[in-house]
């Protein structure tokens, strides 16, 4: 018969639980799972003065380590994966960017094994079918209308794993990609789009749910021609993405999307490329040459914004020092929410008995300081 599973108590931190903090809280860790009750000779982990919250789950990442999602090879992805792992993100769906069809089918294929190895969540196709008026990071000539038939070839290219699809959804084809996206299971997003607030409502109502990073790559939001913005905050069906980095939103902003969606519609999301967890320099995103200096990254060629460096662990401390958010809000932005819109909320996203043990510990000034994935350090605190 096969030996009981190593089992470990995390004790004396506080703990973030789905119904809220538990003082002077302990973790049971059982094998790779989290455990409801522990041995009586299970060693334990004095983690007095920290805090323990849910691995995090990270919806929109291209890359990071100085590796790619959206052209690199699988031995690319493991090390941005394991780079995103180191600060916290124990959950990740790979992002690409728009490219030609054949090639992000083939990067999906590639993709898609490392989702069945368990390595990835999924795969978010951001791109091509969004708007050249907002195309930010991405390659105009590469662009293209939302054809039901084109994008049903991308997510049949995933093999199952795909799990959500950006689009300008006022494009023609739009709300009927929207439609046959949400008949296969997998997520609408408007982004990258020019629609107005009407045609925004459109789209909601086909069944969108999710904005993809939240005023940026949109229209404005103004008095008489309120937009995308408005109808994506006041509509209870959709979860806004938001880069909590200070670069892509003022604070201001944050506050504004956050008070108005509320915790339980917002995930805070990376849109992180390679240089994440890198450093500054040259970077390609897709087929476009991008510039990061002092860690913001720009396009080359016009200056745009393309993507960001962030890491979720700096997310979650700005959202809780800076924005001053309570701690239970950041973390169901940061790892329930999208563990749920990525449907393994079964798996990840709290800490709950049954469920995998990922995990983070942050000190008292929430700067990481150990980080576990199934049961195993990946950094031990």
Sequence with gaps: MAGRAASKVLSGARVVLPTGTVENGRVIVEGDRIAGAAPADAPAVDLSGHWIVPGF???????GGGASFTSGTAEDVLRGVRTHREHGTTTIAASTVTGEMDVLARQAALLSELV?????????????????CRKGAHSEDLLRDPDPAEVRKLIDAAHGTAKMVTLATELPGGIDSVRLLAEHGVIAAIGHTDATYEQTVEAIEAGATVATHLYNA?????????????????DERITVELINDGTHLHPAALELAYHRAGADRVAFITDAMDAAGFGDGMYDLGPLAVEVRDG????????????????????????????????????????????????????????????DADLVVLDADFTLKGVMRKGAWVIEP
């Design 296 to 355: 913001v990254a720009r396009l080359v060629d016009g200056g745009s914004i393309a993507g960001s460096t962030l890491t979720l662990d700096t997310a979650f401390k700005r959202a809780v020092t800076i924005d001053r958010l309570p701690v239970e809000d950041v973390v169901r932005s940061v790892s329930a929410n999208p563990a749920r819109l990525l449907g393994v909320d079964d798996r990840v996203g709290s800490l709950e008995p049954g469920k």
């Design 218 to 234: 949109m229209p404005a939001l103004g008095h008489r021609t309120p937009g995308p913005i408005a109808a994506l905050l006041e």
């Design 57 to 63: 789950v990270d919806m929109h990442v291209h890359g």
């Design 116 to 132: 069945q190895q368990g390595d990835l969540a999924g795969i978010h196709f951001e791109g091509p079918f969004i708007s050249p």
